[in-house]
């Protein structure tokens, strides 16, 4: 274990590793590295202090030594005990930014490290799942009240900002990160649908063409991964609880069943719903022999791995991020990245076009909030930053798009005549 400038890491001398993991996630971030920058250079975050606590890897790392630059003081946590990259967290270290992260730490450390990061008194929270926020509420309470704003990453974290806000616990605004439209419907659906697939055939060395897949939860992420598995040979079956989710699946050419239905023919089960439980007790017995579990929701208990365990005779690491648990009826159930986040914990996260953009949003968000521009409450970033924010990726890709002219309009005038 490193301390270096009051952080708690892996290991300093992984430094240059990071290094080079940070510059070639700069080189494919042209909207964070020019866009975001530009913005930056009002002064806005100078001297601000900002926590970032989001999958600690080479996009986030990009994201903060940004902020860094922009004269922010930063200090940054992994999101997840089992997503953080040490080579990546050493590499921030020796930038000269705190960080408190460790891969694999375990939840008590982790919870650890997010409270030194609360304490540190950050003014505003670049945050995933609410985890910063959620446990600064709870067990800072002094300090969360002397927040100016908080910008969160997931569909997750955001539905526990707004049920803070709804108890009256919010002390500033938030901005929905992932309610703008570039960052859900790029992140979510092909960052997520292309990374999860990949984590999973490159954990598994397996092929996807003629395999059943279940996939719970079509919202965006679910949608996403359906769309790369058929584009793969694989078939989805989508288990929703939602009935206009499970139409539009449908009507999508998916395969839509219930978890009697889709469990005893899947060969890969996918969870994708954002609540806890999805899998659980009661269905690990009736899945297909060998099935392969994974999850790509934000909760490590979307499948509730402690029960499996509770109800498996055996356990074993098959191999580095497989664990077999045996059950009853020489019948076993497999779970990739202990059940975390497999597209992060199991592999190298979201591609980095995708993380351009979302971090775009967040740290535009960031910069609104110190400007002071965002009212109480939850709020989606204004649809004008949006827009500037793909117009900037376009333009990036050398595309312009056509300006609509006032007679392509419609208009009701014609058809009220003169009286109006
Ligand atoms: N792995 C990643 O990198 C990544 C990226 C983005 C979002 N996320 C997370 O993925 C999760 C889903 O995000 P989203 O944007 O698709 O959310 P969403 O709200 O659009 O979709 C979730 C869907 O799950 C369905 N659902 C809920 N409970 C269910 C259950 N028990 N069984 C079947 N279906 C159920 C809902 O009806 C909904 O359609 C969230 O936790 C989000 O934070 C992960």
Redesign the pocket.
């Known amino acids: 274990m490193s301390q270096v400038n009051n952080s708690r890491i892996s290991n300093i001398d992984l430094a240059p590793q990071g290094h080079l993991a940070i510059d070639w996630a700069r080189r494919h971030s042209p909207l964070v590295d020019g866009f975001l920058r530009e913005r930056l250079n009002d002064g806005a975050l100078a001297g601000r202090r900002v926590a970032v606590v989001v999958?600690l890897e080479a996009k986030t790392a990009f994201l903060a030594t940004v902020l860094a630059d922009a004269g922010a003081e930063v200090v940054v946590a992994g999101s997840n005990p089992h997503s953080t990259r040490d080579e990546i967290a050493a590499a921030l270290v020796d930038r000269g930014i705190q960080v408190h992260s460790t891969r694999g730490s375990g939840y008590e450390a982790w919870e650890k490290d997010l409270l030194s990061i609360a304490d540190t008194g950050p003014e505003f929270i670049i945050d995933d799942?609410a985890e910063l926020t959620i446990r600064m509420a709870s067990q800072r309470p002094d300090l969360f009240s002397e927040l100016r704003g908080i910008t969160e990453?997931?569909?997750?974290?955001v539905s526990r900002l707004v049920e803070l806000a709804k108890r009256d616990r919010l002390p500033c605004p938030a901005l929905a990160a992932?309610d703008a439209a570039c960052k859900?419907l790029f992140?979510?659906k092909y960052?997520?649908g292309q990374?999860?697939i990949q984590a999973i055939l490159n954990l598994t060395n397996m092929l996807m063409a003629g395999k059943k897949v279940g996939i719970?939860?079509?919202?965006?992420?679910?949608?996403g991964i359906a769309a790369h598995v058929r584009a793969l040979g694989g078939t989805a079956f989508i288990?929703?609880?939602?009935p206009v989710?499970g139409l539009e699946a449908f009507m999508d050419g998916h395969q839509v069943g219930d978890?009697d239905m889709v469990l005893p023919e899947a060969d890969f089960v996918i969870?994708?719903?954002?609540?806890r439980?999805?899998l659980s007790r009661k269905d690990f017995g009736g899945m297909k022999r060998g099935v392969i579990l994974a999850?790509?929701?934000?909760?490590d208990l979307?499948i509730d791995v402690e029960a499996l365990a509770d109800e498996a005779t055996d356990f074993r690491v098959v191999r580095e991020g497989i664990d077999e648990y045996q059950l009853a009826g020489d019948h076993s159930v497999l779970v990739l990245a202990s059940g975390a986040?497999?597209?992060?914990a199991g592999g190298l996260?979201?591609p980095i076009e995708i993380m351009d953009l979302s971090f775009a949003v967040q740290g535009v968000g960031c910069h609104e909030l110190a400007r002071g521009a965002v009212a109480e409450g939850v709020h989606v970033i204004d649809p004008a930053i949006d827009s500037e924010i793909a117009k900037a990726k376009l333009a990036f890709h050398g595309i312009s798009l056509e300006q609509k002219q006032s007679h392509q309009e419609d208009t009701i005038d014609d058809l009220l005549g003169p009286e109006g």
């Open positions: 999958h799942g990453q997931t569909t997750t974290g992932n859900h992140d979510n960052g997520t990374s999860t719970l939860g079509y919202g965006w992420v679910g949608r288990v929703e609880v939602d989710k978890l969870t994708a719903t954002g609540g439980r999805a999850n790509a929701g934000h909760h979307e986040l497999v597209n992060i996260g979201h």
